[in-house]
């Protein structure tokens, strides 16, 4: 039986988050998400290259000369495969249960960019005790903290445990709740109108 990455297995059905709707941190095992992010990449690159040999081949059978200069056509079956990819990728790979972990790991260093994007804005307003930059700068280290622990990157961790010890004080001192797993659109957008 299959180990269930996620503490209540939010995504299965899976659902895609919309551009605009509120991202959370899920808790989970690094392990787990490991192994099945290793495994979707596996499955991902032998469908890439039974596609790309399969339609290289056929190519070559249909346009090209026996004996002859193949490579185009060879190209272009590993050009048709990579756009096969794309849109096998995006209409049903994207979907699927085995996906999940590659799909959560994309939205959540997705969500960080979003906020690295203004990070200049946020610790500005952080500076002047703003409540919605302390909650997406919470919320920033939170994520950045699972995806150190995830990727199993610990080059710059003891740097970010400090940080996130001081702003958690901060918070705390002003009485804003410390728990920011959900990372808020209308945040960005506030602290983008206020910085105008």
């Not at 392990?31 to 070559?60: C, E, G, K, N, P």
């Not at 003891?158 to 410390?178: F, K, N, T, W």
Request: proline share 4%; charged share 20%.
């Amino acid at each position: 039986m299959a180990r269930c990455l996620f503490a209540s297995d939010p995504f299965l059905p899976f659902q895609l988050r919309k551009p605009d709707a509120m991202f959370e941190i899920q808790p989970m095992n690094a392990d787990t998400y490991r192994q099945q992010t290793r495994r979707s990449t596996v499955i991902i690159a032998l469908i890439f290259l039974a596609l790309a040999m399969l339609l290289s081949s056929a190519a070559v059978a249909l346009f090209g000369t026996p004996g002859g200069d193949n490579l185009r056509f060879n190209v272009g079956g590993v050009f048709v495969a990579v756009l096969v990819m794309v849109a096998l990728m995006r209409k049903v790979f994207w979907r699927q249960a085995w996906m999940a972990p590659a799909v959560y790991s994309w939205q959540l260093k997705r969500s960080l960019m979003s906020i690295t994007n203004v990070m200049h804005h946020v610790t500005a307003a952080v500076e002047r005790g703003d409540p919605v930059a302390m909650k997406l700068l919470r919320f920033y280290h939170l994520g950045l903290n699972q995806m150190h622990q995830l990727d199993s990157n610990s080059s710059d961790h003891g740097q970010l445990i400090r940080e996130m010890d001081q702003h958690r004080e901060r918070m705390q001192a002003q009485g804003i709740e410390i728990e920011q797993t959900r990372l808020d659109p209308a945040w960005l957008e506030a602290l983008r109108q206020a910085s105008r």
